[in-house]
């Protein structure tokens, strides 16, 4: 569970402000460029370039990898696939994708695991790669204005703090398993849909929806304001999980290992739950905490 910070990191709630960076649009030559080089790849390919994309399409694209991720993405906005990357072991699993790729016009090429390794800049990318247009998160009030309204209920994830993309991506896994609505990201935070990330979340960044609050947005009083309780996540001294309070419209506050979460959040919940346990460990960490807290909810209100 979380570790509530250290005084001199407390931020206030008002602090999360929206922070999307956005680079230059493509000029005329840059364009021609990119539909060049989206052009269906030659049977025998030269291997890909690894050298470091423009700041401004490295703002705009994000190489994804992994097979579920890449599997994903494809059947949920292929319109935003730009190139593909793939070994020769992956090419009948990825056959759809190839064709696809063919009929649109889109580049791809069949390289060497070594390639992958760093393209994918991992070595755990399954042997394939898509160079995919980037999703920026949505409005705190465009995400809630999407949800089913009160008193149905619904599961908001806020993360204070939460900088690790491989905990980002597990909490996104067991979100889309367990049909969470959406998860809010403060301003300042450096979590993107990475490809770490979405390797890790295993297709699950695809279905749940991210959303930042716009520049000093109260986030607190819109959840409030929409009809959620704040609850806040914490090692010790709140009500159990599994007795404890945990509304059909719940906003889920999860800090960082290590730092926890702001003590102005904790002040502010409606709720402050623990998981109960054995005690031979202080806590568990962000990604299996979520998992259980999204199960209980599930449990209660969707089973």
């Not at 998860?183 to 695809?206: K, N, Q, Y």
């Amino acid at each position: 569970m979380d570790r509530t910070r250290k005084p001199g990191r407390d931020t206030p709630t008002s602090a999360w402000d929206n922070a999307r960076p956005r680079g230059p649009r493509p000029d005329k030559r840059e364009r021609e460029r990119l539909r060049r080089d989206n052009a269906p790849a030659p049977s025998s390919p030269p291997p890909p370039s690894t050298r470091s994309a423009p700041a401004h399409q490295r703002h705009e694209e994000v190489r994804l990898f992994g097979i579920n991720a890449c599997q994903a993405v494809f059947q949920h906005r292929p319109q935003d696939v730009r190139k593909v990357y793939l070994t020769e072991e992956r090419i009948a699993a990825f056959k759809p994708v190839l064709a696809w790729c063919v009929r649109e016009r889109v580049g791809y090429r069949i390289v060497e695991g070594a390639d992958l390794d760093k393209l994918a800049a991992s070595q755990h990318h399954e042997g394939v790669c898509f160079e995919v247009r980037r999703r920026a998160p949505l409005a705190l009030d465009a995400l809630l204005a999407q949800l089913p309204a009160a008193p149905a209920p619904a599961l908001l994830v806020v993360l204070d703090g939460v900088g690790n993309p491989h905990n980002f991506g597990a909490v996104l896994r067991s979100a889309a398993h367990f049909g969470v609505a959406g998860i809010v990201l403060p301003a300042d935070s450096p979590l993107t849909l990475s490809g770490a990330a979405c390797r890790v979340a295993e297709g699950g960044a695809e279905i749940v929806a991210l959303a930042r609050p716009e520049a000093g947005q109260d986030v607190v009083a819109t959840l409030r304001h929409a009809g959620f309780a704040v609850v806040a996540t914490v090692p010790r001294a709140g009500e159990a999980l599994f007795t404890g309070g945990l509304p059909g419209r719940t906003a889920v506050v999860f800090g960082a290992e290590g730092e926890g979460m702001s003590a102005g959040l904790i002040r502010v919940a409606d709720h402050r739950l623990t998981i109960p346990g054995t005690g031979n460990v202080e806590s568990l960490n962000i990604a299996a905490s979520a998992a259980v807290l999204f199960a209980e909810y599930f449990r209660r209100h969707k089973a």
